[in-house]
Each structure stands twice: as structure tokens, then as C-alpha cells.
């Protein structure tokens, strides 16, 4: 006898998700586990100045819990903290998450047909069924560079942001150019003496319809009509921005044009050639994640911020020394160097099947694959919500929905047919794998240009592990997929 039906590892919008729809489909002996001390994830542990989502609020939450709260069409981090804090109290979840507790592994038995989960307590929970719901964007990444350690000022990463730290008035270097450092760069420049961003990569940076909502707009969220037209609305934009435009690249002629749009504004927003020369990307727009600001590429005209593209050879006692033998000198260093993702070592604990291979070890050998991006052939009882070939793209709302949707029609199933294990078939896997990797050719990310991009969408075996497919196309699967390509026995 386990001592949970379903054990959900992580309380993020992914975890909060799962177990709303455990308790709809009347599964409540469940209990999550959660790293943190707070609820959100994500936003719970991204807490860097001027940190705020990318996709209109009014898709960026969930279908069945439509805020009428948020202040801006982009809410700030804090308002989606809120938010998960209001969800976990309105489905009645505190009682049920145990916090500040972390999963160092996960065994099946297959003799009992349960997961023996280990915490960093040392205390062992078994669960018939476990949900990996610790999201994508998790351990955050140190740059593999000489002295990172040594820096003798204040070292912090944007995903542990060190509030009790007053950049007012210091010598600030940034390393990284991903969507983080869109956010944190022109958030921290007019406040501080100088700052030295250290660019890789540039990125593709457009403007964002960032504005405070309107009374009127609020007033209308709470009635039934307004709030589905702002819903669809935004879901139009959502897909039609980022689905469509990566997934069904080499079909959509308005996806093409994406880049001239992209060097259009960088004309606008920079003035110096030489500069604005250095932060044009050399890859086509969506080859990896854009930013969305309406400051960032104007602060480099800034004259206390500066650009420096040489590569970083080391980091010396208070300085960052580049590859032609400069040396810039600074107080604090900010990481905004993201996130493992895409890849084996990207798993916040280890997951080891029943005939004893780890899930590591098993995308290692087979390339990353999840059957609908749910469920992986030899681990029996085990789901995920984030999986390789699971994201399309658009709100991870939208991909929560679906995926627990998928999960728990399997673990309902089981329960029904009184199963004790429920694993999805080695041909069902092989088919939607031979599925996505016959699709993948619309994608962008084929594209030449893509190379030039050092993009992590791209795994070590040069696969993209994202969905070619819409956002209804991936909805409707998680409702019809046939329950018989799952295994149900014990
Ligand atoms: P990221 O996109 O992975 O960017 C990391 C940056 O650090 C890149 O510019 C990278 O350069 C640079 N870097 C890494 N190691 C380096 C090294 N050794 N030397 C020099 N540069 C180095 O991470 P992120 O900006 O934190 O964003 C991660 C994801 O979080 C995004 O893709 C997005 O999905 C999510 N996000 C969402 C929002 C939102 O919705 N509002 C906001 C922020 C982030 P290269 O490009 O050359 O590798």
C-alpha cells in the first residue's frame, strides 16, 4: 500500500494545475512536494528587477481561473506570484503541499508497482503515480568560465536575485543577452555608476503593448463576455506570434518577414551603426527565444552602459578580462546566464525505471522523447507535464492544461480498470516519435541561419524537443488520444 495515490514533485503552475485536476476527477489523495517556501515556481524563485511575463496575462493563466486582477496586459512577476498563491488558497492545496522539501530520487518497485521516492530529509514517500512537475527553467546555469567563483565582488544569478544588494551608484557587469537580461539591463541602468553587458549572443529584441489596463478593461474581465473576448483576443495573438510563426515556418509567409521587422526596430531604438551592428543578430528570428522590451535596445545609447562582444577569457579577482586583454572592473557581477534545458543533466532528480536504467541514462542512448511529451516507454506510473515534444510554443498555460488533461485521463483510467501500473506502449512512442521527427521539417530551427544562433531549444544531438503542432492540435490530442496506447496491468 503506497502511502499516496499520486505524488506531484514541484508547486508551480504545473503542480497546482495537476492536482486541480486530480481533485476534478475526484483522485485527492495526492501530495506535493515543493523545493521553495512559497508556491509559482518560476516566479517564485525569478525575482530580478523588472522581471515580468512575455505573453499577454489574459492567455498567461489558467483557462478555468481567469483573473480579473491583473494591473497590465504583461503582469509583473510579483502579480503572478499572487496569482499562484490565490489559486493554491481558492482549490484548497496548502494543506497539501509540504515545502522547503526537495526529491533527491525516484525508484520504482516493480515488485509492489509504486515509486519510492527519496527527499533530501532522508524520509522515503511511496506513490503509486508520480508527476514530475518541477518545470524546464529550474537549475539555473553558471558560465563555464575561469574565476567565476573568485570574483571578489558580489556574484548573483538573475533566478536568486539578491534584493538586500543596492546597485545604486556601483560599477555593475552583466553576462548573458537572453530575454532575463532584456528584462533586468534597463531596469538597472539609470541607477547604476556603469554597466558593462557582456554579450555572446545578441538577441532579437521587439517592442511589447506593455500598458496598464484600463478600468474599463478590469470591469470587463469580470463579466462572462468581455473576459472570453479578451481571451481569444489574446490567444489569436499568442498563436499567431509564436506557434505558427516557429512551428509552421516554411508554410507561413508572414513568418519570413519577422526579421526585417526585428532589424527595422533596432534602426529605431540605436543610433551609433557600430553599435547597433553588434546587437544584430546573425540568425533568423524564433532560431531561439526573443525579447520583448520597449527599453532594452535604446539603453545601450545610454553613455554609462556598455556593449562588449570580445569573449570573456576569465574573471580575475574584481574584474572580467576578455579575449583582446581588456580588463573591466566591477562591484557586482549578474549571471543572466539561464537555465539547463533540452538536455539530460537538465532533470532536478534522478528518475530510475524498473529495470533499473535512469531517465538520463535512457534519453541519453534513445535522443530525448516523451510519448505526446507525457509519458516514456520503461517507466511505468510516471508523467510529466514539461516532456521533450510537448511545448508548442505559446502559453505554458496552455501546455499545463494540456498535459495534466493527459495525465490524468491515464491515472483515472488505471484507477478504473484497477491497475496497479499504467505505461504507455513502445509502438504508441515510436509512432509519435516518428511522428514529430517527420513534422520537425516546417519548423525554423532548420533553417541555416539557425546554427549561428547557440540557441538551447537545440539538444545535444542537434534535436529540438518542441512540438511541431498548434496549440488546439496539441489541446484536442491530450482529449482524444486513444488510453489503449497505454499499457494497463496489475
Ligand atoms: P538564456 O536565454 O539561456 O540566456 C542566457 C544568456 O547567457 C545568453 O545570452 C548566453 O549566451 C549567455 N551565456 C551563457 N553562458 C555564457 C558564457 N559562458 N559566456 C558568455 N555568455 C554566456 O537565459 P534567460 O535569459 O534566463 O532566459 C531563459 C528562458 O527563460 C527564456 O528563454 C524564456 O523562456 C524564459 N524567460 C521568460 C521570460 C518571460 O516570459 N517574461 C523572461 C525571462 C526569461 P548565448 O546566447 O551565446 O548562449
Not at 131 to 150: E, F, H, M, R, W
Not at 151 to 159: E, I, P, R
Not at 301 to 314: C, F, G, Q, S
Amino acid at each position: 500500500m503506497a502511502d499516496y495515490h499520486t505524488l506531484i514533485v514541484g508547486a508551480g503552475f504545473s503542480g497546482i494545475g495537476t492536482a486541480v485536476n486530480l481533485d476534478k476527477a475526484g483522485l485527492r489523495d495526492y501530495l506535493i512536494v515543493e523545493a521553495g517556501d512559497g508556491v509559482g515556481g518560476t516566479w517564485f524563485w525569478n525575482r530580478y528587477p523588472g522581471v515580468a511575463v512575455d505573453i499577454p496575462s489574459f492567455s498567461y493563466q489558467f483557462s478555468f481561473e481567469q483573473s480579473p486582477a491583473w494591473s497590465r496586459t504583461y503582469a509583473p512577476g510579483r502579480e503572478l506570484r499572487a496569482y499562484a498563491e490565490h489559486c493554491v488558497d481558492k482549490y484548497r492545496l496548502r494543506s497539501r503541499i509540504r515545502f522547503d522539501t526537495e526529491v533527491s530520487g525516484a525508484m520504482f518497485d516493480a515488485d509492489e508497482n509504486l515509486w519510492r521516492v527519496e527527499l533530501n530529509t532522508g524520509e522515503v514517500i511511496t506513490a503509486r503515480f508520480l508527476v514530475n512537475a518541477s518545470g524546464v527553467l529550474t537549475i539555473p546555469k553558471l558560465p563555464d568560465i575561469d574565476g567565476v567563483d573568485s570574483f571578489s565582488g558580489v556574484t548573483m544569478h538573475t533566478a536568486r536575485w539578491d534584493h538586500t544588494q543596492d546597485l545604486t551608484g556601483k560599477r555593475v557587469a552583466i553576462i548573458g543577452t537572453g530575454a532575463t537580461a532584456v528584462q533586468v539591463i534597463p531596469e538597472i541602468a539609470p541607477i547604476v555608476q556603469q554597466l558593462t553587458v557582456f554579450q555572446r549572443t545578441p538577441i532579437w529584441c521587439f517592442p511589447k503593448f506593455d500598458v496598464p489596463l484600463p478600468a474599463a478593461a478590469r470591469w470587463a474581465m469580470r463579466v462572462p463576455g468581455g473576459r472570453t473576448l479578451h481571451r481569444l483576443l489574446s490567444q489569436a495573438y499568442v498563436e499567431f506570434t509564436f506557434p505558427l510563426a516557429a512551428q509552421y515556418f516554411t508554410i507561413n509567409p508572414f513568418a519570413k518577414r519577422a526579421d526585417a521587422a526585428g532589424r527595422a526596430y533596432l534602426r529605431r531604438e540605436v543610433r551609433d551603426p557600430v553599435l547597433r551592428d553588434k546587437l544584430t543578430p546573425r540568425y533568423a528570428v524564433g532560431c531561439k527565444r526573443p525579447g520583448f522590451h520597449n527599453t532594452y535596445l535604446s539603453t545601450f545609447n545610454r553613455d554609462n552602459v556598455a556593449l562588449v562582444t570580445e569573449p570573456i577569457e576569465k574573471i580575475t579577482g574584481s574584474a572580467v578580462a576578455t579575449a583582446d586583454g581588456s580588463t573591466y572592473e566591477a562591484d557586482v557581477l549578474i549571471l543572466a546566464t539561464g537555465f539547463k534545458v533540452m538536455d539530460v543533466d537538465a532533470m532536478t532528480f534522478d528518475i530510475t525505471g524498473p529495470g533499473g536504467q535512469t531517465l538520463s541514462a535512457f534519453w541519453e542512448e534513445h535522443r530525448m522523447q516523451a510519448y505526446e511529451g507525457v509519458s516514456i516507454p520503461g517507466f511505468p506510473n510516471y508523467f510529466t507535464v514539461m516532456g521533450p515534444y510537448g511545448y508548442v510554443g505559446s502559453s505554458y498555460f496552455a501546455l499545463i492544461e494540456a498535459q495534466t488533461h493527459h495525465l490524468v485521463r491515464c491515472i483515472a483510467q488505471a484507477d478504473r480498470r484497477a491497475a496497479h501500473r499504467v505505461e504507455v506502449r513502445q509502438e504508441a512512442n515510436d509512432r509519435y516519435f516518428a511522428e514529430m521527427m517527420r513534422k520537425r521539417h516546417r519548423q525554423i530551427f532548420w533553417q541555416d541561419s539557425c546554427r549561428n544562433a547557440n540557441s538551447y531549444y537545440f539538444d545535444r544531438n542537434g534535436d529540438v524537443p518542441l512540438r511541431p503542432a498548434s496549440t488546439p492540435e496539441a489541446y484536442w490530442r491530450s482529449r482524444s488520444f486513444d488510453l489503449d496506447d497505454y499499457r494497463f496491468t496489475g
